[in-house]
Nanobody, 116 residues
Framework: VHLQESGGGLVETGGSLRLSCAPS????????MGWYRQVPGQERELVAS???????KYGDSVKGRFTISRDYFKHTVALQMNSLQPEDTAIYYC???????????WGQGTQVTVSS
């Protein structure tokens, strides 16, 4: 397993969760890392990404509520999710992109469920 997610679970509307993703050594120093999410029957959508330089991008639906961060010493990436809504319910996947040549890595996913 190249990427190991943790931190998913069940939370009430308005609550918070923090996801974390730990890479294997082969993924250390990834150029881009981030999170996608997917609801069964729908396309996977970008939640947030962060470059090696710390530039972060967010999907429109999570801006102002979610924050992505990287720990460059531990090589991990985290997603702080606040003000969670039922529409945030999905499987969240950690990903990483390593260049030279390009290799994409994906985690197995962690379920986030927000009850109304």
């Amino acid at each position: 397993v190249h990427l190991q997610e943790s931190g998913g679970g069940l939370v009430e509307t308005g609550g918070s969760l923090r996801l974390s993703c730990a890479p294997s050594k082969s993924v250390f120093g990834a150029n881009d890392m981030g999170w996608y999410r997917q609801v069964p029957g729908q396309e996977r959508e970008l939640v947030a990404s962060i470059t090696k330089d710390g530039d972060a991008k967010y999907g429109d639906s999570v801006k102002g509520r979610f924050t992505i961060s990287r720990d460059y010493f531990k090589h991990t990436v985290a997603l702080q999710m606040n003000s969670l809504q039922p529409e945030d319910t999905a499987i969240y996947y950690c990903y990483a992109v390593v260049w030279g040549p390009r290799r994409d890595y994906w985690g197995q996913g962690t379920q986030v469920t927000v009850s109304s």
